[in-house]
């Protein structure tokens, strides 16, 4: 079975500018989650869709946006770009559907911001 | 709301000279407790899941275990390849996310 695969790898971007990332689960889930995780602060919950809808959120500005399609692949947004948001962005695929089902990683997009 | 503390922070081993990583957690109804291994740059890679106090699992050079209050990882006569950083997370009453701890960077010297 196909793992989550995430694109682009890598990414370089300016202040001010906006970014979509993009997150295909492995086939079969249904759940999508959204971390940044940045050395000094970890590993940060962003949002989770689940069946094309936002179920949970984490505490993080408006700039920060996702979407999930109709075939379980998930994109998030980031716009107006602030140095700060360089990070590894990793997206996560589960069933989704007991709230105990393990969580499997992509590889990660590497943001940075110039 | 749940937390999650990995202890150390980091690790420096010899390579066969076993040893424990530990992940104390508080949640209010744990439904599951994740373990995995990230290497730099990389995304986190699945090892274990264990659901209630008592459970062990193992692969390879790795075992882990969970009580009511915590998991260990026990890594025994490890080797350089185990050299990453090992997080751990919880999954606790109706949430579908897991509370992820910091990591435990281990070094294993050849």
């Known amino acids: 079975k196909a793992g989550v695969t995430q694109t682009p790898r890598y990414l370089i971007k300016t202040r001010g500018q906006q970014v979509t990332l993009s997150c295909s689960p492995i086939?079969?889930?249904?759940?999508v989650s959204w971390y940044q995780q940045t050395p000094g602060q970890g590993l940060q919950f962003l949002f989770e869709?689940?069946?094309?809808?936002?179920?949970n959120k984490g505490n993080f500005p408006g700039r920060f946006s996702g979407r999930q399609f109709s075939n379980s692949r998930s994109e998030m947004n980031v716009s107006t770009l602030e140095l700060g948001d360089s990070a590894l962005y990793l997206c996560?695929?589960?069933?989704?559907?007991?709230?105990?089902?393990?969580?499997?990683f992509g590889p990660g997009t590497r943001l940075l911001v110039l | 709301e749940d937390q999650v503390t990995q202890s150390p922070e980091a690790l420096r081993l010899q390579e066969g000279e076993s040893s424990s990583l530990n992940c104390s957690y508080t949640?209010?109804?744990?439904?599951?407790l994740f373990w995995y291994r990230q290497d730099p740059g990389k995304g986190p890679e699945f090892l274990f899941t264990?659901?209630?106090a008592g459970e062990e699992k193992e692969k390879e050079r790795l075992k882990a275990t969970l009580t009511k209050k915590e998991s260990f990882l026990h890594i025994t006569a490890p080797k350089p390849e185990d050299s990453a950083t090992y997080l751990c997370?919880?999954?606790?009453?109706?949430?579908?996310?897991?509370?992820f701890g910091r990591g435990t960077s281990l070094i294993v010297h050849p």
């Open positions: 997370a919880v999954a606790s009453g109706g949430s579908y996310i897991p509370t």
């Open positions: 996560a695929s589960s069933t989704g559907t007991s709230g105990q089902e393990t969580q499997y």
């Open positions: 949640v209010s109804g744990l439904r599951g």
């Open positions: 869709y689940f069946s094309e809808t936002q179920r």
């Open positions: 086939s079969g889930h249904r759940s």
């Open positions: 264990l659901y209630s």
